[in-house]
Antibody, heavy 119, light 108 residues
Framework: QLQLQESGPGLVKPSETLSLTCTVS??????????WGWIRQPPGKGLEWIGS???????YYNPSLKSRVTISVDTSKNQFSLKLSSVTAADTAVYYC???????????WGQGTLVTVSS | SYELTQPPSVSVSPGQTARITCSGD??????AYWYQQKPGQAPVLVIY???ERPSGIPERFSGSSSGTTVTLTISGVQAEDEADYYC???????????FGTGTKVTVL
Protein backbone atom coordinates (compact mmCIF):
# COMPACT_ATOMS: atom_id res chain seq x y z
CA GLN A 1 0.00 0.00 0.00
CA LEU A 2 1.45 3.34 -1.07
CA GLN A 3 2.16 5.73 1.80
CA LEU A 4 3.54 9.25 1.92
CA GLN A 5 5.10 11.00 4.93
CA GLU A 6 6.01 14.66 5.26
CA SER A 7 8.98 15.76 7.34
CA GLY A 8 10.61 19.07 8.17
CA PRO A 9 10.66 21.94 10.67
CA GLY A 10 7.37 22.89 12.26
CA LEU A 11 8.46 26.48 12.89
CA VAL A 12 10.00 28.87 10.37
CA LYS A 13 10.94 32.51 10.87
CA PRO A 14 9.47 35.23 8.64
CA SER A 15 11.53 35.95 5.48
CA GLU A 16 13.26 32.56 5.72
CA THR A 17 12.76 29.49 3.53
CA LEU A 18 10.34 26.70 4.39
CA SER A 19 11.72 23.27 3.51
CA LEU A 20 9.79 20.00 3.59
CA THR A 21 10.47 16.49 2.32
CA CYS A 22 8.01 13.78 1.38
CA THR A 23 9.12 10.15 1.62
CA VAL A 24 7.22 7.65 -0.50
CA SER A 25 6.99 4.03 0.63
CA UNK A 26 5.21 1.00 -0.78
CA UNK A 27 5.79 2.08 -4.37
CA UNK A 28 8.23 3.80 -6.71
CA UNK A 29 8.31 7.54 -7.24
CA UNK A 30 9.60 6.76 -10.74
CA UNK A 31 6.22 5.45 -11.89
CA UNK A 32 5.45 6.85 -15.33
CA UNK A 33 1.76 7.25 -14.54
CA UNK A 34 1.89 9.80 -11.77
CA UNK A 35 2.99 13.22 -10.66
CA TRP A 36 3.84 14.04 -7.05
CA GLY A 37 2.71 17.23 -5.43
CA TRP A 38 2.28 19.56 -2.49
CA ILE A 39 -0.99 20.99 -1.22
CA ARG A 40 -1.50 23.27 1.77
CA GLN A 41 -4.36 24.30 4.02
CA PRO A 42 -4.18 27.38 6.28
CA PRO A 43 -5.93 26.91 9.64
CA GLY A 44 -9.69 26.99 9.15
CA LYS A 45 -9.42 27.55 5.41
CA GLY A 46 -9.56 25.57 2.17
CA LEU A 47 -7.09 23.54 0.17
CA GLU A 48 -4.53 25.17 -2.13
CA TRP A 49 -2.45 23.28 -4.71
CA ILE A 50 1.18 24.43 -4.54
CA GLY A 51 2.79 22.46 -7.34
CA SER A 52 3.60 19.11 -8.92
CA UNK A 53 6.68 17.25 -10.13
CA UNK A 54 7.27 14.25 -12.41
CA UNK A 55 10.05 11.79 -11.63
CA UNK A 56 12.03 13.23 -14.55
CA UNK A 57 12.03 16.63 -12.83
CA UNK A 58 9.33 18.35 -14.90
CA UNK A 59 7.39 20.76 -12.69
CA TYR A 60 4.18 22.79 -12.62
CA TYR A 61 3.55 25.49 -10.03
CA ASN A 62 0.56 27.48 -8.83
CA PRO A 63 0.96 30.85 -10.56
CA SER A 64 0.23 32.67 -7.29
CA LEU A 65 3.25 31.02 -5.62
CA LYS A 66 5.51 30.36 -8.60
CA SER A 67 8.07 33.06 -7.80
CA ARG A 68 8.76 31.56 -4.36
CA VAL A 69 8.37 27.79 -4.91
CA THR A 70 10.83 25.09 -5.88
CA ILE A 71 9.89 21.41 -5.97
CA SER A 72 12.58 18.81 -6.57
CA VAL A 73 12.78 15.01 -6.70
CA ASP A 74 15.37 12.47 -5.55
CA THR A 75 14.51 9.15 -7.16
CA SER A 76 17.38 7.37 -5.39
CA LYS A 77 15.76 8.11 -2.04
CA ASN A 78 12.15 7.87 -3.29
CA GLN A 79 11.59 11.41 -2.03
CA PHE A 80 10.47 14.78 -3.29
CA SER A 81 10.86 18.13 -1.62
CA LEU A 82 9.33 21.59 -1.31
CA LYS A 83 11.08 24.88 -0.77
CA LEU A 84 9.06 28.07 -0.25
CA SER A 85 11.10 31.22 0.12
CA SER A 86 10.46 34.55 1.82
CA VAL A 87 7.70 33.17 4.01
CA THR A 88 5.24 35.29 5.96
CA ALA A 89 2.52 34.50 8.50
CA ALA A 90 0.19 33.89 5.54
CA ASP A 91 2.21 30.77 4.73
CA THR A 92 1.26 29.18 8.05
CA ALA A 93 -0.62 26.02 7.09
CA VAL A 94 -0.82 22.26 7.16
CA TYR A 95 1.28 21.07 4.24
CA TYR A 96 0.33 17.81 2.55
CA CYS A 97 2.26 15.78 0.03
CA UNK A 98 0.35 13.51 -2.32
CA UNK A 99 0.37 11.47 -5.49
CA UNK A 100 -1.38 13.17 -8.40
CA UNK A 101 -2.96 11.78 -11.52
CA UNK A 102 -5.18 13.13 -14.25
CA UNK A 103 -7.22 9.96 -13.92
CA UNK A 104 -7.07 9.00 -10.24
CA UNK A 105 -6.99 12.48 -8.76
CA UNK A 106 -5.03 13.28 -5.62
CA UNK A 107 -4.63 9.93 -3.90
CA UNK A 108 -3.20 9.01 -1.51
CA TRP A 109 -2.33 11.95 0.74
CA GLY A 110 0.26 12.17 3.46
CA GLN A 111 -0.99 12.85 6.96
CA GLY A 112 0.06 16.50 6.71
CA THR A 113 2.45 18.59 8.77
CA LEU A 114 1.74 21.95 10.38
CA VAL A 115 4.25 24.65 9.59
CA THR A 116 3.98 27.86 11.56
CA VAL A 117 5.71 31.04 10.43
CA SER A 118 6.60 33.11 13.45
CA SER A 119 9.57 34.85 14.99
CA SER B 1 -6.88 32.62 -12.21
CA TYR B 2 -9.18 29.61 -12.59
CA GLU B 3 -11.69 29.03 -9.80
CA LEU B 4 -14.12 26.32 -8.75
CA THR B 5 -17.15 27.57 -6.81
CA GLN B 6 -19.02 25.56 -4.18
CA PRO B 7 -21.76 26.54 -1.72
CA PRO B 8 -20.27 27.22 1.73
CA SER B 9 -22.64 24.91 3.54
CA VAL B 10 -25.30 22.26 3.12
CA SER B 11 -27.53 20.95 5.90
CA VAL B 12 -29.37 17.66 5.69
CA SER B 13 -31.31 15.34 8.00
CA PRO B 14 -30.18 11.74 8.48
CA GLY B 15 -31.47 9.48 5.74
CA GLN B 16 -32.07 12.36 3.33
CA THR B 17 -30.07 13.29 0.24
CA ALA B 18 -27.32 15.91 0.15
CA ARG B 19 -26.24 17.49 -3.11
CA ILE B 20 -23.12 19.62 -3.41
CA THR B 21 -22.42 21.54 -6.60
CA CYS B 22 -19.12 22.73 -8.04
CA SER B 23 -18.98 25.18 -10.94
CA GLY B 24 -16.07 26.01 -13.23
CA ASP B 25 -15.57 27.02 -16.84
CA UNK B 26 -13.17 24.19 -17.69
CA UNK B 27 -15.27 21.40 -16.19
CA UNK B 28 -16.69 20.34 -19.58
CA UNK B 29 -13.11 19.54 -20.64
CA UNK B 30 -11.48 18.32 -17.44
CA UNK B 31 -12.41 15.56 -15.00
CA ALA B 32 -13.64 16.47 -11.53
CA TYR B 33 -12.75 14.80 -8.27
CA TRP B 34 -14.33 15.00 -4.80
CA TYR B 35 -12.64 14.75 -1.41
CA GLN B 36 -14.07 14.35 2.08
CA GLN B 37 -12.16 15.92 4.96
CA LYS B 38 -13.00 15.39 8.61
CA PRO B 39 -11.50 17.60 11.34
CA GLY B 40 -7.82 16.98 11.93
CA GLN B 41 -7.55 14.49 9.08
CA ALA B 42 -6.16 14.51 5.56
CA PRO B 43 -8.68 14.63 2.71
CA VAL B 44 -9.92 11.33 1.31
CA LEU B 45 -10.88 10.78 -2.34
CA VAL B 46 -14.56 9.80 -2.64
CA ILE B 47 -15.21 10.33 -6.38
CA TYR B 48 -12.81 10.39 -9.33
CA UNK B 49 -13.27 11.04 -13.05
CA UNK B 50 -16.59 12.82 -12.42
CA UNK B 51 -18.53 9.75 -11.31
CA GLU B 52 -16.26 6.83 -10.43
CA ARG B 53 -16.14 5.60 -6.85
CA PRO B 54 -12.87 4.27 -5.36
CA SER B 55 -12.91 0.92 -3.65
CA GLY B 56 -13.98 1.19 -0.04
CA ILE B 57 -16.18 4.25 -0.57
CA PRO B 58 -19.85 3.57 0.26
CA GLU B 59 -22.31 3.35 -2.62
CA ARG B 60 -24.30 6.27 -1.20
CA PHE B 61 -21.63 8.57 -2.66
CA SER B 62 -22.12 9.36 -6.34
CA GLY B 63 -21.01 12.01 -8.81
CA SER B 64 -22.42 13.53 -11.96
CA SER B 65 -21.51 16.18 -14.51
CA SER B 66 -23.49 18.57 -16.64
CA GLY B 67 -21.82 21.35 -18.58
CA THR B 68 -19.87 23.66 -16.28
CA THR B 69 -21.26 22.08 -13.10
CA VAL B 70 -20.44 18.84 -11.34
CA THR B 71 -22.43 17.46 -8.42
CA LEU B 72 -21.61 15.20 -5.49
CA THR B 73 -24.67 13.38 -4.18
CA ILE B 74 -24.80 11.62 -0.82
CA SER B 75 -27.90 9.45 -0.66
CA GLY B 76 -29.22 8.30 2.70
CA VAL B 77 -26.90 10.61 4.63
CA GLN B 78 -25.44 9.24 7.83
CA ALA B 79 -24.04 11.11 10.81
CA GLU B 80 -20.53 9.98 9.84
CA ASP B 81 -20.84 11.90 6.55
CA GLU B 82 -20.62 15.22 8.39
CA ALA B 83 -17.43 16.75 6.99
CA ASP B 84 -15.99 19.30 4.59
CA TYR B 85 -16.14 18.36 0.92
CA TYR B 86 -13.90 19.76 -1.81
CA CYS B 87 -14.12 19.40 -5.56
CA UNK B 88 -10.89 19.46 -7.58
CA UNK B 89 -10.08 19.71 -11.25
CA UNK B 90 -7.54 21.25 -13.60
CA UNK B 91 -7.40 24.30 -15.81
CA UNK B 92 -8.04 24.00 -19.54
CA UNK B 93 -4.41 23.03 -20.17
CA UNK B 94 -4.68 20.16 -17.71
CA UNK B 95 -1.44 21.07 -15.96
CA UNK B 96 -2.56 23.37 -13.16
CA UNK B 97 -4.63 21.84 -10.38
CA UNK B 98 -7.34 23.76 -8.57
CA PHE B 99 -9.54 23.00 -5.56
CA GLY B 100 -13.03 24.24 -4.97
CA THR B 101 -13.87 26.60 -2.14
CA GLY B 102 -15.21 23.78 0.01
CA THR B 103 -18.64 22.87 1.41
CA LYS B 104 -19.37 22.02 5.01
CA VAL B 105 -22.01 19.30 5.25
CA THR B 106 -23.93 19.34 8.51
CA VAL B 107 -26.11 16.40 9.49
CA LEU B 108 -28.98 17.76 11.56
Amino acid sequence: QLQLQESGPGLVKPSETLSLTCTVSGGSISSSSYYWGWIRQPPGKGLEWIGSIYYSGSTYYNPSLKSRVTISVDTSKNQFSLKLSSVTAADTAVYYCARLSGYDGVNPWGQGTLVTVSS
Amino acid sequence: SYELTQPPSVSVSPGQTARITCSGDALPKQYAYWYQQKPGQAPVLVIYKDSERPSGIPERFSGSSSGTTVTLTISGVQAEDEADYYCQSADSSGTLYVFGTGTKVTVL
